[in-house]
């Protein structure tokens, strides 16, 4: 776990000395817009986007890096420990263990998209991403997070027969079963981000090349386009907003006749069923609020969009993960096993 923590790390601090590097060769030779008494406005071409970021003061900059950065180094082990806990320890082979791992990599995958990127150009002089790398960005962001998506859903299905038809339970929801599932969540995610990533690539861009924002939003590069993008705009709101709000609405109305079912149980395996469905629930809404927020408005501006999309691309997804394991008391327990076991063997050797 270690090792794959640092291999992260030293991947975040290539792209962030990389970039730097590049910027300040860029810097050397350019002249233009003013950022905080830096210039950096004719640092691009044809086939770049200029990225805005979070702010153009140095200083705020600055304090958004080590606050990230703490954030990060603190909540991605967190997410690596759940996978190896659960890969560990036998007693937690149940399915919604075998999702939760899952959803752990899901998101340990999604924040890694953008936050190396947004890190790196805290130190940049000029904020830019290439044409290819940003049609990456955007396919990879929209792939994870609906297969993100489609994998909550899988875990509201395996409640829905944990609670409903525990006596078939394991037929229903075996090894073979939660693979064929996790796969198809996979496989929506892609068939998601394809659409928008085809949709995007065929896209002209001749004028602007500003983005204001710290990864590339699909909202303001199909603004960019110098093309009549009403078409384009509706598909796109149809493969974001209208899936998003349905797969909201499918897991809130699940998770309520959920509830409203654990009526008929006893009140004790009521009561620890019912902690499990609101830590489900409660990450239904962490992820698919900001989602809604940013996407369900047909490509008009929002306020606080930039904001909201910090959230949902860089904090909420690693703090998932937590939130289950902050409310189960056999994972935590196995957590506090698993790293006493690894303190004894750092001690003996």
Known sequence: MAQLFLLHCLGVATAMAYGWYVDHLRYTTSTGIHIDGIEQGNCTGATEFILMGLSQMQKVQLLFFFFFLLFYIIILPGNFLIIFTIQSDPCLSSPMYFFLANLAFLDICYC??????????????????????????????????????????????????????????????????????????????????????????????????????????????????????????????LNNGVVIMMCFILLIISYAALLLRLRTHSPRWESKVASTCVSHIIVVFVMCGPAIYIYALPFRAAPLKKVVAVFHTVVFPLTNPMIYTLRNKEIKSSMRKLINRYISWRVKS
Not at 118 to 146: P, R
Not at 177 to 182: E, K, L, N, S
Not at 206 to 233: R, S
């Open 112 to 237: 890694s998209v953008t936050p190396p990127k947004m890190l790196a150009d805290f130190f940049s002089l000029c904020k830019t991403i290439s044409y290819g790398g940003c049609m990456a960005q955007l396919f990879f962001l929209h792939f994870l997070g609906g297969a993100e998506a489609f994998l909550l859903m899988a875990m509201a299905y395996d409640r829905y027969v944990g609670i409903c038809k525990p006596l078939r339970y394991a037929t229903l929801m075996n090894r073979e079963i939660c693979c064929t599932v996790v796969g198809a969540a996979w496989a929506g995610g892609f068939v998601h981000g394809i659409i928008l990533f085809g949709l995007s690539i065929q896209l002209p861009f001749c004028g602007p090349n500003i983005l204001d924002n710290f990864f590339c939003d699909v909202h303001q590069l199909v603004k960019l386009a110098c093309a009549d993008t009403y078409v384009v705009e509706m598909i796109m709101f």
